[in-house]
């Protein structure tokens, strides 16, 4: 999709402005890190930390009050419709990978993205931990640590990550050529490894949500994959439910393969 002068220079203000913004709420993340947070239990069985909360108010007051005509979507914010009649919208997970925070894991980062239109235009993964940044924007590439990234061709051996009955139900001579990668805490770093090539690709079960997946989104498209659900299209983020359904990342024809795994899932 082109970007003209004008919008591109607004896309790189708001890249800029995440990016800030999850560098310092990265910070405030750390503060708590391996040092007993205070945790409560939501429905579901998910774990929240003082540090999810903090990391989201600061993220809710500095990228609001930048934007105020922006919409907010974050998994620790209770969901106000008011949202669906912002043309761009915040799309945030504080902490993604709580249990790997708690747990004293380095694999889990705050993840921002913005929305436009159904679509990721720019997204940052702040990873304070292991000492990574992960970001893109529409048409600008995609980076580590300022460096470019790209997803790499599958060889004869694909390393790939997700559940196990989702790997097994891929066409025998593809799966004949799986390796398994081990499980990976933070969903959205999971993807940024797809990303930067580390692995190849990976399942997502159903049930994860739009704040997890929309920021490694845009970095996974920018690098040269993509994240499919089971109509074969991309997900659309921002929506009134912001719940999503099986999806796949990666590329070329391993993805194709896939996707169609995904179309005999029920959900």
Not at 46 to 54: G, I, M, Q, T
């Amino acid at each position: 999709m082109p970007v003209n002068d004008a919008s591109g220079q607004a896309l790189a203000d708001d890249r800029s402005l995440i990016a800030r913004a999850a560098r310092e709420a990265g910070r405030i993340a750390m503060h708590y890190f391996r040092n007993d947070p205070e945790v409560w239990w939501k429905e579901g069985n998910s774990p929240v930390s003082k540090a999810d909360l903090e990391v989201d108010l600061f993220l809710r007051r500095t990228l609001t009050e930048a934007r105020p005509d922006y919409g907010w979507l974050s998994e620790e914010t209770v969901d106000s419709k008011e949202r669906l009649s912002a043309a761009r919208t915040f799309v945030v997970d504080p902490i993604d990978g709580t249990r790997a925070f708690i747990e004293g894991r380095r694999v889990w980062c705050v993840s921002v993205a913005v929305v436009e239109d159904g679509r990721a235009i720019a997204g940052v993964l702040e990873c304070p931990a292991s000492g990574e940044t992960f970001s893109a924007a529409l048409g600008a590439g995609a980076r580590r640590d300022g460096e470019a990234i790209t997803v790499r061709k599958p060889g004869r051996e694909l390393l790939m990550a997700g559940p196990k009955p989702m790997i097994k139900a891929l066409p025998a001579e593809v799966f004949a050529r799986v390796a398994p990668h081990p499980y990976v805490h933070s969903l959205a770093y999971r993807l940024a490894m797809v990303a930067e090539g580390r692995m190849d690709a990976t399942f997502v079960r159903p049930a994860s949500h739009d704040w997890d997946v929309a920021a490694a989104d845009i970095i996974l498209a920018e690098a040269g994959g993509l994240i499919v659900d089971a109509t074969g299209g991309r997900p659309r983020y921002g929506g009134p439910n912001p719940r999503l359904g099986p999806l796949a990342a990666g590329s070329g024809h391993l993805l194709e393969s896939m996707a169609g795994v995904l179309s005999g899932i029920r959900v």
